[in-house]
């Protein structure tokens, strides 16, 4: 899976399936929202060997390749008691590149990966604070279907979170439990 971001000619991004290689890289690049790699070495340990959709955004200048991003999904429950549901995992850019189109290549790629694999919904929670990451969720055509404290097991820093779903043009509107739509 390879797809290519407005960053300079010289450097090249793909996007591809994480292999056990990338384990210290993406423990290193989940630390870059807090902690140490250490810290992170467990969960992405824990991401490599069950996950069903991992992906590591590389890039590729003259110096060499490093991972710069991550995203993935999983089946999990948003809310106790509830089946499991297609969610996003993750997503994360290295501080130096945000703003690069690195995310949305992430992203885009889970989407096409988890379609791939199943017909349903794909959901993503993200902190109603996280400006960047809802403004990137919607330009990719997720939609918000609810708001609250904790979705998935998260709760979120500041009290509230959003849960969208993605839809693919012309499927029709998600709707989760009966509930209204935002
Ligand atoms: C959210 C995150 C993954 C976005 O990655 P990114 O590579 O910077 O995003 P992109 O450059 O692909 O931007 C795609 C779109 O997202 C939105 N966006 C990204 N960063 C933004 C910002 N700082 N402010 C407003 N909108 C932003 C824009 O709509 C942007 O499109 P545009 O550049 O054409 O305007 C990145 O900021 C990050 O790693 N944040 C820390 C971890 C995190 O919060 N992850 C999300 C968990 S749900």
Redesign the pocket.
């Known amino acids: 899976m390879v797809q290519m ?2 960053l300079p000619p010289e450097q090249a991004l793909q996007i591809r399936g994480a292999s056990p290689q990338d384990a210290a890289a993406l423990a290193t690049v989940m630390a ?2 807090g902690g140490t790699p250490s810290d992170s070495a467990p969960a992405a340990q824990r991401l490599l060997e069950h996950a069903p959709v991992l992906l590591v955004a590389e890039l590729t200048c003259s110096d060499g390749s490093r991972v710069v ?1 991550w ?1 993935g999904a999983t089946v999990t429950s948003l809310r106790p008691q509830e089946a499991g549901q297609w969610l ?1 995992a ?6 130096e ?11 885009q790629a889970v989407v096409d990966a988890v379609e791939k694999l199943v017909d349903g919904p794909l959901h ?4 109603a604070r ?10 990719l055509g997720f939609e918000v279907v609810d708001t609250g404290p904790c979705f998935a097991g998260i709760e979120f820093d500041g009290g509230a979170g959003v849960l969208l779903s993605y839809r693919r043009p012309g499927a029709p509107r998600p709707r989760l439990q009966g509930g209204p739509l935002l």
């Open positions: 971001s407005p870059t929202r991003g995203s996003t993750g997503l994360t850019v290295v501080p590149l945000r703003r690069s189109g690195v995310g949305r290549c992430l992203l993503s929670v993200v902190n996280n400006a960047p990451s809802l403004a990137l969720h919607r330009s």
